[in-house]
């Protein structure tokens, strides 16, 4: 099984900055994707960063510019840098993982459970 946890979630006033961890045990497989997703109280599921296990990232347009995403292969450790927050990037924060490249374009099939971020103005 691979398991992933996330932490780093937390409150931050606008314009303020937080970077999240995803933490991945089993998980040694020589093509993956990493993914980072988002969901606010009753909106859908939103894809905000992935990370190829070539280093080719891809980022939704309101995050573009804002966000980072990058990992540390020594620690297993998925990361997400939040710079100059917005309101709008409230809610729940998860990582996700797959052991094929992101050009796939397969739903990922390992998940963690979460770590909240709010963001007040």
């Known amino acids: 099984q691979v398991k992933l946890v996330e932490s780093g979630g937390g409150s931050v006033q606008a314009g303020g900055s937080l970077r999240l961890s995803c933490e991945a045990s089993?998980?040694?497989?020589?093509?993956?994707?990493m993914e980072w997703h988002r969901q606010a109280p009753g909106k859908e599921r939103e894809e905000v960063a992935t990370l190829d296990s070539d280093g080719d990232t891809s980022y939704a347009a309101s995050v573009k510019g804002r966000f980072t995403i990058s990992k540390d292969i020594a620690k297993n450790t998925l990361y997400l840098q939040m710079d100059s927050l917005k309101p709008e990037d409230t809610g729940m924060y998860y990582c996700a993982a797959a052991p094929w490249n992101c050009w796939v374009h397969a739903p990922a099939n390992f998940w963690g459970q979460g770590t909240q971020v709010t963001v007040s103005s």
């Open positions: 089993k998980f040694t497989y020589p093509a993956h994707c």
